[in-house]
């Protein structure tokens, strides 16, 4: 016999999340010409008093802070959407 849950049915399975959703993506040339350092973030934040822009700001931040070569890169796509269906 089989069963299908469904997260109507299960709300256990799914850990607590945040209350938005960020995707952010950035790219920068590589020393030399040697191609393009292409990079993106995902995940789930919850930006209490902070504007869409600080988001923005703190995300490239943490991005050039876990990777350094990464300061000064271009951003190709950034979305932040409140965290629902």
């Not at 952010?24 to 040697?34: D, E, F, W």
């Not at 988001?55 to 190709?76: C, D, K, V």
Request: hydrophobic residues 30%; neutral net charge; aromatic residues 8%.
């Amino acid at each position: 016999m089989s069963q299908t849950t469904t997260p109507a049915q299960s709300p256990a399975a799914t850990p607590s999340q945040d209350t938005h959703h960020y995707v952010i993506t950035l790219q920068k040339p590589m020393p030399g010409g040697a191609g393009y350092m292409v990079s993106t973030a995902s995940g789930t934040c919850s930006p209490t008093g902070m504007s869409r822009h600080d988001i923005y700001q703190w995300l490239i931040g943490e991005m050039a802070r876990r990777n350094p070569e990464l300061a000064g890169a271009s951003t190709l796509f950034f979305d932040i959407q409140p965290n629902r269906i």
